[in-house]
């Protein structure tokens, strides 16, 4: 039994990528908490923003939902769907998106919409929301994913959002301005994206596991070659995550 | 001084009015936060059925209308209500069902869409989208197509017709619903509009649907909420019907007068499971309560104490949100 959870690991892991200048499109769940303790630990001049509207709000309290009245309290501006998602593709902006999926597949490419098909449906996720346009036009996404063999998939059920397409140069060529994926964190590492074929590979994995599990739990070839070994979150960080930014453990989670 | 209109009227005149079956209705708010409950109640009292709803992140009052069977197709981003019930339990069972029909677009796809309608374009423009399945699958059948508020085509993918080296680019359709329901905090007795905090979407449904009702939770004199005009949201002309509703995007929250009440979506989520539980959610918080004064006394004080907004937050600080 380790000291932390996966939970509270991936949203450190996640929050150490972001740099202090970025502009970060937060959305529900761990990314509201990578984002927030991100700012509390390394990054204080990022910028959080919701595609609801609500421009770097205090987040003095952990919103648990984009809509939040929460994510309404001392911003810089308080405005709408319209100038808020205007924000993600600005090319001034280093805006970096955190996305929650249902399904991956190789690319980065990602399913928050259904499993099965219109006519024959098997399960339906939520939708977009702004996932596609996170996806589209941010300069970089980071996803969160549940590391299961189902979930990391070779095809998707449904295409949502548009992460590195079929690799190389493809998101380029069919159009993007920008974008892609930069990293995908798991309850069980990180994954990355090559360079030049843009395929995912083991970048980290947690001290709770290895790469083989890792790999057996990923419905793709998964290059495990570059894998190292992520070192456990510093007991100062978790005490940032559990007493200042979910004290409640509303998105963390028992214990 | 400003007289009374009559655009003040109960949510019974208001949807007895302006809703009809098989209207296409633009919902104001967001997923948790400043849905037109009270007035989506009514619509379900007066059993209005084969709606059509455009919405971008729906919400609690979807929710709602799906089971109760007032919907018949719906053009979305997403269904849920955020961690409360990441995807709507009713709008999940009837797509599985297929008792709707639904089209999926993103949150800025819908947005744009509402703006387009609202400027009168004839479609708008996004790289938001590409290569994605929202481009490629469709939900709406190609026979309904073209057919009522159907949109001939679900969106088109074109090469940029302005910059040679633009690359692809996605073209929709422009959304101009039949009616808005938004929910503001306060209306003037004319009818201008102000929304606190985020307004979502809520300004460009409204102007982009031919009628527009607008429940608010507090009807203040016309010439009070022009002293201030630099935080109006609306213009007075654009607003059709004022209901007059206190609380009444109660279960969800409304910025600077209550937060979302999580005894009730946590209720809720227990009941949304089977259609059973859920007709009798109907049967006890729906059906019997007309006005808002007799849904609050069901409600009950201490649960609206608990959420009742901090003036300086906006929020209940400290509700326990598990």
Redesign the interface.
């Known amino acids: 039994m380790e000291p932390y959870t996966a939970s509270e690991i991936m949203a450190l892991t996640a929050g150490s990528f972001v740099q202090n200048n970025d502009i970060l499109f937060a959305g529900?769940?761990l990314s509201m908490l990578a984002a927030t303790v991100a700012k509390r630990i390394h990054a204080p001049d990022a910028i959080v923003f919701f595609?609801?509207?609500?421009i770097d709000p205090s987040l003095?309290?952990l919103p648990?939902?984009?809509?939040?009245?929460?994510?309404?309290?001392g911003t810089s501006v308080?405005?709408?769907?319209?100038d808020a998602?205007s924000i993600?593709?600005h090319p001034k902006f280093r805006t970096i998106a955190f996305l929650g999926a249902a399904q991956i597949d190789c690319y980065g490419n990602l399913n928050s919409?259904?499993l099965g098909?219109?006519e024959n449906?098997?399960?339906?996720?939520?939708?977009?929301?702004?996932?596609?346009?996170a996806a589209?036009?941010a300069y970089g996404i980071i996803v969160f994913m549940q590391h299961e063999y189902r979930r990391f998939v070779k095809r998707?059920d449904?295409?949502?959002?548009?992460g590195w397409?079929s690799g190389y140069n493809s998101r380029q060529e069919?159009?993007?301005?920008r974008g892609g994926p930069m990293a995908v964190v798991t309850n069980l590492g990180v994954l990355k994206f090559d360079d030049i074929t843009k395929m995912m590979y083991l970048d980290q994995y947690y001290p709770f596991t290895d790469p083989e599990t890792i790999a057996s739990k990923t419905g793709f070839d998964l290059d495990i070659s570059r894998a190292k070994k992520c070192s456990p979150p510093k007991e100062d960080e978790l005490k940032i995550l559990r007493q200042e930014v979910d004290p409640?453990r509303?998105?963390l989670g028992p214990i | 001084m400003s007289t009374m209109t009559d655009k003040i009227m109960t949510a019974r005149k208001a949807v007895d009015t302006f809703i009809k079956d098989g209207d296409q209705i633009a919902l104001g708010?967001?997923?948790?936060?400043r849905n037109p409950m009270h007035i989506i109640r009514e619509i379900i009292r007066r059993k209005k059925n084969r709606l059509y709803l455009v919405v971008?992140?729906h919400g609690q009052g979807m929710e709602l209308l799906i089971g109760a069977g007032c919907v018949e197709r719906i053009e979305?981003?997403?269904?849920?209500v955020?961690?409360f019930a990441?995807?709507?339990y009713l709008?999940?069972k009837a797509?599985?069902d297929?008792t709707i029909e639904?089209e999926?677009?993103?949150?800025?796809?819908m947005?744009?869409r509402f703006?387009a309608g609202a400027m009168g374009l004839p479609f708008i423009a996004t790289?938001?989208?590409?290569?994605?399945?929202?481009v490629?699958?469709?939900?709406f059948s190609p026979q309904m197509r073209g057919k009522g508020k159907i949109p001939e085509h679900k969106l088109k993918v074109i090469d940029?017709p302005i910059n040679e080296n633009?690359?692809?680019?996605v073209v929709l359709p422009p959304l101009n619903p039949d009616v808005a329901l938004i929910h503001a905090q306060y209306a003037g007795e004319k009818g201008t509009i102000r929304i606190n905090?985020?307004?979502?979407?809520?300004?460009?449904q409204a102007k982009a649907a031919k009628t527009v009702i607008v429940s608010c939770e507090e009807v203040v004199p016309e010439d009070y909420i022009r002293r201030d005009p630099d935080r109006n949201s609306l213009a007075h002309f654009i607003v059709d019907a004022i209901v007059p509703a206190p609380f009444g995007a109660h279960p969800t929250?409304c910025?600077m007068y209550y937060?979302?009440d999580p005894n009730h979506l946590n209720y809720f989520k227990k009941v949304a499971q089977d259609q059973d539980s859920f007709n009798r959610y109907l049967d006890e918080w729906v059906y019997p309560f007309e006005t808002m004064e007799d849904y609050l006394t069901k409600v009950g004080f201490k649960d609206l104490l608990k959420i009742k907004?901090n003036s300086a937050?906006?929020?209940a600080?400290g509700l326990?949100?598990?």
């Not at chain 1, 648990?64 to 309290?73: G, N, S, T, Y």
């Open positions: 529900t769940g595609e609801t509207g609500g003095a309290e648990l939902a984009v809509a939040d009245p929460r994510v309404m309290v308080n405005s709408c769907l319209a998602l993600l593709g919409t259904m098909t219109y449906p098997e399960q339906r996720f939520p939708g977009s929301g702004g996932a596609c346009d589209s036009l998707l449904y295409f949502t959002s548009p397409l069919a159009g993007f301005l409640q509303l998105i | 708010g967001f997923t948790v936060n971008h992140s979305l981003a997403y269904g849920g955020a961690r990441p995807t709507g709008f999940k797509f599985k297929k639904v999926d677009y993103s949150n800025y796809q947005t744009l703006m790289k938001s989208g590409l290569e994605s399945d929202i490629r699958k469709f939900g940029d633009g690359g692809k680019v905090g985020l307004s979502f979407a809520d300004i460009e929250a910025h937060d979302y907004a937050l906006g929020y600080p326990d949100r598990r």
